[in-house]
């Protein structure tokens, strides 16, 4: 394969991961919010997806960011009377965010990006022996 497009198959990976990062780190912040009035819906988690593209130029297909969708689950609520989000029979919702399936997904989505990184790595010292190789 040629060292160009690895490198650009890799790094296509490599902005794919971290923006799924971002939107992981998004619902995670947001995992404790509340909405603000009373009745109203939390912050929903986001999910987000991936979509095979063609890097015309290279004549590669890469990954890419696909839509951002949200995850339809139910918000989970808690009996809260005297909070100011409360409804009528004192229910707080809550984000339907589980930080539990947020930190294992950081976590697939971190080894990817080391996977990608080290990609680049292999490729790199691919191409600088090549050239060491014709220098000699």
């Given amino acids: 394969m040629d060292f ?3 490198m650009s198959i890799a790094t296509s990976g490599l902005r794919a991961q971290a923006g799924r990062m971002r939107i992981i780190s998004e619902n995670v912040a947001n995992a404790d919010s509340t909405p603000a009035s009373p009745g109203a819906d939390p912050y929903r988690r986001k999910v987000p997806t991936f979509k095979a593209e063609l ?3 290279l004549d590669a297909k890469v990954v890419g960011m696909g839509k951002v969708g949200v995850d339809k689950s139910d918000f989970k609520l808690k009996y ?9 029979s004192g229910n707080v919702k809550y984000p339907n ?8 997904d950081m976590r697939e989505a971190q080894r990817s990006y ?9 490729t790199r010292r691919m191409l600088q022996r090549t050239l060491d190789i014709l220098r000699a």
């Fill in 114 to 122: 080391e996977a990608n990184v080290n990609v680049i790595s292999a």
């Fill in 4 to 6: 160009l497009k690895t």
């Fill in 80 to 88: 809260e009377p005297g909070h100011p989000a409360a409804d009528d």
């Fill in 55 to 57: 890097d015309r130029s």
């Fill in 97 to 104: 965010v589980n930080s539990l399936v947020e930190m294992t």
